[in-house]
């Protein structure tokens, strides 16, 4: 996954851009929306245009996290953010960050063995 929220952001993102974010399709980005009414709702132009905010690129974050990372049904991701959303959204950016702790540390790992090589 590509993004990174805390670089500087447009204003609005077209479902492709945000697609590519996730490396998931257009079509399951809108078959998102109509399953979790509540917490995806991209802005609509009057060509039914769907424009992504910020905070909407964070709610997919969230699905894409409760459902493709975790494995969760769909039916399960609802349970969880309509029960107890907050904690779900502390649980996945503790997450994230591990996996960027992990991340710098192999390369400079990776960077101490390519040292010691050579």
Known sequence: MVYNRDKELKLYYSIGEVAEIFGVTETLLRYWEKEFPTVITPRKTGRNIRQY?????????????LVKEKGMTLQGARQVL??????????????????SIREELLSIKNEIDQSVIY
């Open 82 to 99: 309509k029960g107890n959303r907050a904690a779900a959204v502390q649980t996945m950016e503790v997450i994230n960050r591990l996996k």
């Open 53 to 65: 905010t910020k905070d909407d690129i964070e709610s997919v974050r969230l699905v894409y996290h």
